[in-house]
T-cell receptor, first 108, second 114 residues
């Protein structure tokens, strides 16, 4: 099976930077994903890492260390619309499992 | 291109009843996955179908079942409903290549069991 841990909640100020950490244990690792989910909406894809290193996509970046079973999602220049739940998901043995999600609240 | 469509969006059932949820994937997508989302447990994987075959299964009791049709549309069924089955059921589709993984989610079917 897979164990995925991420913080429950984080709060940050508009314009700031927030880093959401995710640690995991899995067999047959085949990729790590980050999804964003606004309240009452479906999750939407943010990023995908399968090799070690940093993937940058605009204000969002995601990092992966396979040897440490660790990833983080970095949100820069926070905007109010970034208030949402951020889900770390790991594909292991071709099954995608999600963490419980980190609720990020952006304050003015 | 139309997104993933789930029906019904909301439904209320009573304990002991059964329910069938439907999912139409994005055109051309051959893989459909189902997830249960509850406030306490987050997204829990139910099963994945590819080309009408169940390719993967999560740790749910046999009351939860599904199937996929030749047009890639999928249904999931929950029999003998329990209060704890109240949740948002999300369907997600993907092209099916096992080496990539972006899932496209539908809006979900919110089931309330009374």
């Amino acid at each position: 099976g897979q164990n995925i841990d991420q913080p429950t909640e984080m709060t940050a100020t508009e314009g700031a930077i927030v880093q959401i950490n995710c640690t995991y244990q899995t067999s047959g690792f085949n990729g790590l994903f980050w999804y964003q989910q606004h309240a009452g909406e479906a999750p939407t894809f943010l990023s995908y890492n399968v090799l070690d290193g940093l993937e940058e996509k605009g204000r969002f970046s995601s990092f992966l260390s396979r040897s440490k079973g660790y990833s983080y999602l970095l949100l820069k220049e926070l905007q109010m619309k970034d208030s949402a739940s951020y889900l770390c998901a790991v594909r292991g043995d071709y099954k995608l499992s999600f963490g419980a999600g980190t609720t990020v609240t952006v304050r003015a | 291109k139309a997104g993933v469509t789930q029906t019904p969006r909301y439904l209320i059932k009573t304990r002991g009843q059964q329910v069938t949820l439907s999912c139409s994937p994005i055109s051309g997508h051959r893989s459909v996955s189902w997830y249960q989302q509850t406030p306490g447990q987050g997204l829990q994987f139910l099963f994945e179908y590819f080309s009408e075959t169940q390719r993967n299964k999560g740790n749910f009791p046999g009351r939860f079942s599904g199937r996929q049709f030749s047009n890639s549309r999928s249904e999931m069924n929950v029999s003998t409903l329990e209060l704890g089955d109240s949740a948002l059921y999300l369907c997600a589709s993907s092209p099916g290549d096992r080496n990539t993984g972006e899932l496209f989610f539908g809006e979900g079917s919110r089931l309330t069991v009374l």
